[in-house]
């Protein structure tokens, strides 16, 4: 029975598969993520045969002032709901109130709200998780929370990215619109940073966007989108290069930005699905 079980699991994952016969076989992937989601998604790549090629556009990192993270949790015990929309800024958030020595149990009274696989992220740091969107996304949020009776007045904290040299996605300031349309009492507090990186640390791999080595520039987010779109000259710089999406929000973004967009994920609760959904492109393609 264990034999049968673990010959299953390692079908599954191609742990003894040859290369030459998985998807993506030979296929050069740009990774944009920052490196804390870098390297996720590289590994779902290379379990589809994929060589990741990492160039993380933004990176996520500390907060240089505290004051306004601080003082909410120091009223945390006033909200109704603390909503999470990345696993930073759970991270983040549970780090600040560990060197603050605030007690975890402060959160229970709270509703606590995660997308996708985060959810695991937010349980491990405080046991609970209270309301995990179908759809995973800020408009899955919204759409659960519509359900419930007496959301109106509620008070929600949204724990934030601040964006420093980038224009802001629209994904937090959208989320903020729709729960105050709600009635809800929206704070939002800036927890982390993302923030653009230097171009001119990435000349090998402009260089091979350029030469069309890169088979397929993957994005997890819209800020990777922009970040990327001030290292490169042009269109043309790219154009040659396939482009992927993880969900429809930050592939509508891409779109907005000029971006001819020919991957989009179904599944966005998991880099296995963004990973996935680059595989059937190509076995389509060959097929």
């Known amino acids: ?24 076989y030979g296929k050069r992937i740009l990774v944009t993520a ?73 959160v229970q009274k709270c509703h606590l709200c995660a997308l996708g696989e985060d959810a695991e992220s937010l349980s491990s740091f405080c046991g609970k998780v209270d309301l995990i969107p179908t759809e995973s996304s800020p408009a899955g949020i919204v759409a659960e929370l519509a359900k419930l009776p007496q959301i109106h007045n509620k008070k929600v904290l949204i724990p934030a990215p601040e964006v420093v040299g980038l224009p802001e996605p629209d994904v937090v300031p959208n989320l903020i619109t729709d729960l105050q349309k709600l009635g809800m009492k929206v704070t939002r507090v800036p927890t982390y940073i993302t923030q653009g990186l230097d171009k001119n640390i990435y000349s090998i791999e402009l260089n091979l966007i350029r030469q069309a080595i890169i088979n397929v520039i993957a ?69």
């Open 1 to 24: 029975m264990v034999d049968k079980q673990m010959h299953t699991q390692s079908r599954e994952i191609n742990l003894l598969t040859p290369s030459r016969e998985l998807p993506l």
């Open 34 to 106: 920052p490196r804390n989601y870098a390297f996720r998604l590289s590994e779902q790549i290379i379990k589809q045969g994929g060589l990741p090629v990492l160039m993380p556009t933004i990176e996520t990192c500390y907060l240089s002032n505290y004051t306004k993270l601080d003082t909410a949790l120091g009223q945390i015990d006033e909200f109704d709901w603390i909503v999470f929309t990345s696993r930073n800024g759970i991270t983040a958030f549970f780090e600040r109130m560990n060197d603050l020595n605030i007690p975890v149990s402060v």
């Open 219 to 287: 994005f997890s987010s819209t800020a990777e989108v922009e970040s990327f779109l001030t290292m490169v000259n042009s269109q043309s710089d790219y154009e040659r290069c396939i482009i992927a999406c993880f969900g429809p929000y930050t592939t509508a973004n891409a779109q907005k930005l000029g971006m001819n967009v020919s991957i989009v994920s179904k599944d966005y609760s998991s880099f296995e699905g963004f990973a996935e959904a680059i595989a059937a492109f190509f076995t389509l393609a060959s097929g």
